[in-house]
């Protein structure tokens, strides 16, 4: 089955607490992406990938890293987290841009406390 | 930036009631996505408009793309219960890279 995977699903820490949030797809999809949805604010990209080793900021990088060592992976890094990342955040996958039909993961609910 | 509004942020209605959600933008897009979301899922794709004036049609929901291609319809009839969602569109920016939503239309439909 076609799929995006997110884990961890839920996940609550502390401020300053390194985390890792992994995304994995199994389509050969080139192009892969995190976004985070707010209350008000809509689902907004915070970096995406055009393929492997290549990576690029969106709208709100700030706070968070990325890698593309493996074109199915592709983790959201969290250094030193901070409770304005609380959040619902989303992996997405597509076939070869951003402009093709994204492929989501089920979400990973983040509270920093 | 290009930017997506979608119109309204929130309704309520009953099973049977038709209902047309908007999304609306000053820049052009050369293509708008439309997406639902349902509790604790990400976000699924209902159907892509690409050209002008196009109509696609999906059982009872009828998507619209205008004719300069900077703003986008859909039209719901007969709304059942299982609608209920959050309705997002989408399009992507001019170097295709990256994909702009809009915030969303929360539908809720009663029965």
């Known amino acids: 089955e076609a799929q995006v995977t997110q884990n961890p699903r839920y996940l609550i820490t502390v401020t300053g607490k390194k985390l890792t949030v992994t995304c994995s797809q199994n389509m050969n999809h080139e192009y892969m992406s995190w976004y985070r949805q707010d209350p008000g604010l809509g689902l907004r990209q915070i970096y995406y990938s055009m393929n492997v080793e290549v990576t690029d900021k969106g709208d709100v990088p700030e706070g968070y890293k990325v890698s593309r060592k493996e074109k199915r992976n592709f983790p959201l890094i969290l250094e030193s987290p901070s409770p304005n990342q609380t959040s619902l955040y989303f992996c997405?996958?597509?076939?070869?841009?951003?402009?093709?039909?994204?492929?989501f993961g089920q979400g990973t609910r983040l509270t920093v406390v | 930036t290009q930017l997506l509004e979608q119109s309204p942020q929130f309704l309520s209605i009953q099973e049977g009631e038709n209902l047309t959600v908007y999304c609306n933008s000053s820049?052009?897009?050369?293509?708008l996505q439309w997406y639902r979301q349902e509790p604790g899922e990400g976000p699924v794709l209902l159907v892509t408009?690409?050209?002008?004036?196009e109509v696609k049609k999906l059982k009872r929901l009828t998507f619209q793309f205008g004719d300069a291609r900077k703003d986008s319809s859909l039209h719901i009839t007969a709304a059942q219960p299982g609608d209920t969602g959050l309705y997002l569109c989408a399009g992507p920016n001019n170097a295709g890279n990256m994909l702009t939503f809009g915030g969303g239309t929360r539908l809720m439909v009663k029965p």
């Open positions: 997405a996958s597509s076939l070869w841009s951003g402009g093709t039909e994204a492929f």
């Open positions: 408009v690409v050209t002008g004036g």
């Open positions: 820049s052009v897009f050369s293509s």
